[in-house]
């Protein structure tokens, strides 16, 4: 089992930076690759980020490359999000996952072992 807890959201105005913590515990976080997904209101789960087990390699849904970017720390047991120049439509609740199978992770949720409860990012206009 891994436990994944979420931290690091809020309320911010658009333009604004947010960096979301997912810290992991539980089993070797190494052997994980991680993901960032995010569920807005009404809609369904969409895939953000997801990187390698090692941190090597990243992937990005299209929408955010260039703004956001993930990052582990294999040492502190914990992925990071850094999300730069929010806009409204980046607002939902954002999940992290864990991932046993794929080395390089996966862009589809029922790929994912693990998740986190969730994290509210809201971008005001």
């Not at 990005?60 to 999000?81: C, E």
């Amino acid at each position: 089992q891994v436990q994944l807890v979420e931290s690091g959201g809020g309320l911010v105005q658009a333009g604004g930076s947010l960096r979301l913590s997912c810290a992991a515990s539980g089993r070797t976080f190494s052997n994980y690759a991680m993901g960032w997904f995010r569920q807005a209101p009404g809609k369904e789960r969409e895939f953000v980020a997801t990187i390698s087990r090692s941190g090597g390699s990243t992937l990005y849904v299209d929408s955010v490359k260039g703004r956001f970017t993930i990052s582990r720390d294999n040492a502190k047991n914990t992925v990071f999000l850094q999300m730069n120049s929010l806009k409204p439509e980046d607002t939902a609740v954002y999940y992290c996952a864990a991932d046993r199978t794929f080395v390089y992770g996966s862009v589809r949720s029922n790929e994912y072992d693990y998740w986190g409860q969730g994290t509210q990012v809201t971008v005001s206009s």
